[in-house]
């Protein structure tokens, strides 16, 4: 997988509605588009996407054929305590793609 | 209602610097797109080009070539010394005289500097560079160079703009002159200022090239597209450039 770009606020205060949002690279073939030669091209979605906050899941979605390349998630929590969001996304190919942002809740 | 709603229009569009100054009928290509499409360009959390930005950023320091040198060792911090630099692109190369393109210039920085291959035309990479270099022009006029090597370029160019090409016997400037605002089916027809280029385009489901835009608007006519990197091509960039001079650079733009 490629490049991943994620917004965290660095800072919040507990019990605030925070956005979150993150995009990444990955071209989400669908299985359906013939190549030069003809063939079918293979399958290759993100079909996961998972985010923890300190090991807790706080959002997750399956992915299917019809999302665009470069999928792009937004969504709100509400800021618990300090520590790490954790961002996965699982591919056809059995990639996964993590990445992390920091989090401070006073 | 309607004075708020051109009202809004306007703030709208100096807020993003797409317009430019009061009786000049130039718009943005981004004028035209529905305001769904103009947020997603607007937010660079949200806009897809932006992985190329970041994609261009890795490299500018990652070494290449059998010296083992990257971008920063002549050229620094790109936000420093890149400022402003894809405004006036197509130029004159001073070594071999010709105009160069950015990707072209990029190109040449690799062979000549680097000792590296040449990136190939509409590589991730090479497309990541640019739209990185771009971006550091972003809310730049864009002002091309002066001076009779570049006008003989741009007089090429516009040559191209308005001969009539393809099966279907269009020029450039019969849709994007003399019917600009109207629609080609479903498709606005916008004014061609190449304002945003690399751009993301929601049709390639990719960030693509300038040139590589020309292609669809060539094979849409049935005409054979130029390949990459030819004299065509960067003549017309060069052309096109002009007449959006004053006009803000919008790296990494967005287009459906």
């Not at chain 2, 630099?85 to 393109?101: C, E, H």
């Not at chain 2, 291959?117 to 002002?143: K, M």
């Not at chain 2, 370029?153 to 279907?168: C, H, K, N, P, S």
């Amino acid at each position: 997988m490629g490049r991943a770009l994620i917004n965290v606020p660095p800072k919040a205060r507990k019990g605030q509605v925070i956005d979150i949002k993150a995009l990444v690279s990955h071209p989400m073939e669908t299985g359906y588009r013939t190549g030069p030669d003809g063939a079918l091209v293979p399958r290759d979605i993100i079909n996961r996407f998972l985010v923890t906050w300190n090991g807790q899941e706080i959002f997750s979605a399956d992915l299917f054929p019809a999302i665009a390349a470069n999928p792009y998630f937004a969504f709100t929590t509400i800021a618990q305590e300090s520590g790490t969001i954790t961002f996965r996304w699982f591919d056809d190919k059995g990639n996964a793609q993590v990445e992390t942002a920091a989090i401070v809740v006073e | 209602m309607r004075r708020l709603v051109a009202i809004a229009g306007v703030a709208l569009g100096l807020a993003a610097g797409l317009q430019a100054s009061r009786g000049d009928e130039r718009r943005s290509g981004a004028t035209f797109m529905s305001p769904q499409t103009q947020a997603l360009q607007a937010d660079d959390a949200a806009n897809p080009g932006m992985l190329s930005v970041a994609d261009g950023q890795a490299q500018w320091s990652t070494p290449a070539g059998p010296n083992g040198t990257a971008c920063t060792a002549c050229h620094g911090d790109a936000r420093d010394t890149m400022r402003g630099v894809a405004a006036r692109y197509p130029a004159i190369d001073a070594v071999s005289g010709k105009a160069v393109d950015l990707m072209g210039r990029i190109n040449l920085c690799r062979t000549r500097n680097m000792g590296a291959p040449a990136l190939p035309a509409e590589g991730a990479e090479l497309l990541g560079l640019a739209a990185y270099v771009g971006f550091q022009s972003r809310g730049l006029r864009i002002a091309p160079p002066t001076g009779a090597a570049m006008d003989a370029v741009r007089d090429a160019g516009r040559a191209l703009y308005t001969r009539r090409q393809g099966q279907l016997d269009f020029s450039c400037a019969a849709c994007h002159d003399d019917n600009w605002g109207r629609r080609l089916a479903a498709a606005p027809i916008p004014q061609a200022h190449p304002t945003g280029y690399p751009l993301y385009r929601l049709e390639w489901q990719a960030t693509g090239s300038l040139q590589r835009r020309f292609r669809n608007c060539m094979t849409g006519v049935r005409a054979e597209p130029w390949p990459y990197g030819s004299d065509e091509a960067i003549a017309l960039e060069a052309f096109l450039m002009d007449r959006a001079r004053g006009m803000a650079v919008e790296t990494p733009a967005v287009r459906p």
